[in-house]
């Protein structure tokens, strides 16, 4: 299972990437899973529903299954956030998982990259675990200190699925052998 960082600044468009990419690959016969790390105080629980009065009164989990799909609910209560690598281990065999959120994570990446704010410049010139940059105007990584690193235009979404078909058809490292490798 190869996992893809899709990496960048809040705002800068990696969740509409993501959309657009999942059915250009399926398309190409892969199966995708998405793996989205909220940095907010997201909860996707409701006050007064059934699954949020089971996990109040102090359950540890809570499955909640429907006949079209299903969701597990885990309180961490005192335990730390898992990590990238474990949360991986809870998703079922695909040929690729997209991941949103973690962009400081020790696995490849792509990173989406628009001039939005003075203060905030692109990830790929510090991080090396960036393999190539969407960006809208597109940019040229050889003037930011990454010469060969691929740089993709934003909106062509069919050269960015080209880019990650070849990513996944690449070498066959697990996930677990690239993070190590990586950190």
């Not at 468009?13 to 892969?30: E, F, N």
């Not at 991080?127 to 809208?136: C, H, L, R």
Request: hydrophobic share 40%; proline share 8%; glycine share 8%.
């Amino acid at each position: 299972m190869k996992t893809l960082g899709i990496s960048g600044w809040s705002g800068c468009g990696k969740t509409t990437l993501m959309v657009a990419l999942i059915p250009r690959l399926q398309a190409r016969g892969l199966t995708v899973s998405t793996l989205k790390h909220a940095h907010h105080d997201v909860d996707l629980d409701r006050p007064g529903k059934d699954t949020w009065r089971h996990r109040e009164a102090g359950a540890q989990e809570v499955l909640l299954a429907t006949g079209r799909r299903w969701a597990l609910l885990h309180e961490l209560r005192r335990q730390p956030e898992p990590s990238l690598a474990e949360l991986l281990t809870y998703l079922q065999p695909v040929d690729l998982v997209l991941v949103e959120g973690w962009k400081r994570g020790a696995y490849p990446k792509l990173e989406v990259w628009r001039p939005m704010k003075e203060s905030q410049s692109p990830l790929f010139p510090d991080d090396p675990t960036i393999i190539a940059v969407a960006s809208d105007p597109l940019i040229a990584p050889a003037h930011h200190g990454r010469p060969g690193l691929p740089a993709l235009l934003l909106n062509d979404v069919e050269a960015i699925a080209r880019f990650v078909a070849d990513f996944v058809a690449g070498p066959n490292a697990t996930d677990q052998d690239k993070l190590c490798k990586l950190r």
